[in-house]
């Protein structure tokens, strides 16, 4: 899998919409009281522009929720093609059953050297990333699942993004994954103008 | 543009969720007292499998907004490649000023036959839409623009979606549109699997 955090560059907040705008499968992160863990999401969605705030769903069922709540912080990472098959295993387990960190060699940007790899889990090879404050509506999220965010910090490679724009000519393996059913998913092809 | 209502086939309820996992952009329309219209919306995601749910965000500039209120119910719409000037067009003015069935050409199924394209207007052409009861909940609409709905019928063009799948080949021009920003969009290119 590509390294991509030397690549790795900041996003302006007004831009960072822009990530999530075309409808990728993306991975979320939390992390509380020691533990980390991180599930696969297809349903999320940008809600704001500025400040840029972000919704996804979060089954009552999933680890990730409990560290999302106590800790009031989450990230979306957006993978690519290069880790498909690790969206599929992060997926199809789970923190309460497995370290997927031990288990599936998951492992964060920072790791061993930043502080922030301790509250602000980042997914290693990962396109992009939003570092999200909770917005805490627990009506929502009991009724509905519903999780809100403000994006309070995004990056990208920026071989794939720059300038506010996604552009993976000459990079298939970093296309993000636009997960169809069971596993399947679509990676972003033609580009036409309307 | 080619005449999707040929192919045009019920899609079961439980999978009517995949229509929209893969993040394509889609119209929003909703009919009261007489008016219609459609709006562009990049900003959506299902909420649940069963009952089936949706999320959309509908900006309070949005003409749609007020006939989603007053009707209690809006369809999401998932346009093709061939319709990406007129999802850009859509996109771009408001039914506050211009009736886009007259300037844009916009036409639903069942024009001029069918009660139901009053209460439900489906955009023709389209490859699947979504017919959807608002849930109401006023707090989270107007401090979010967020508008959930619980699906209650669904449809697809045969041709692209069948069996509870997507699939796109050999129709090109029917592939879903993604959009990056600025009326930019990508369709959906190689699959792969995890």
Not at 35 to 61: E, G, Q
Not at 115 to 135: F, K, M, Q, Y
Not at 161 to 172: L, P
Request: aromatic share 8%; charged share 20%.
């Amino acid at each position: 899998m590509a390294d991509s955090s030397a690549h790795l560059h900041p996003v302006a907040l007004d831009k960072c919409y822009r990530l999530l705008n075309h409808g990728p499968t993306v991975l979320v992160s939390a992390a509380h009281g020691g533990r980390r863990n991180t599930m696969a999401a297809a349903w999320n969605m940008p809600l704001d522009f500025t400040p840029p705030k972000v919704a996804v769903v979060v089954d009552k069922s999933c680890f990730t929720r409990g560290l999302i709540e106590a800790s009031g912080r989450f990230v979306l990472a957006v993978p690519t093609r290069a880790q498909v098959a690790l969206v599929s295993a992060v997926g199809g387990c789970s923190g309460r059953e497995v370290d997927k960190e031990v288990v599936l060699g998951l492992h964060y940007l920072g790791d061993g050297a930043s502080d922030d790899a301790e509250s602000t889990p980042r997914v290693a090879g990962c396109a992009a990333w939003l570092s999200c404050r909770l917005l805490p509506e627990p009506g929502l999220q009991q009724a509905y699942d519903l999780f809100l965010g403000e994006v309070e910090a995004a990056w990208a490679d920026s071989r794939v993004f720059s300038g506010g724009r996604w552009h993976f000519d000459g990079h298939d393996e970093l296309r993000t994954l636009h997960h169809v059913a069971g596993g399947h998913f679509f990676t972003p092809g033609a580009s036409i103008s309307g």
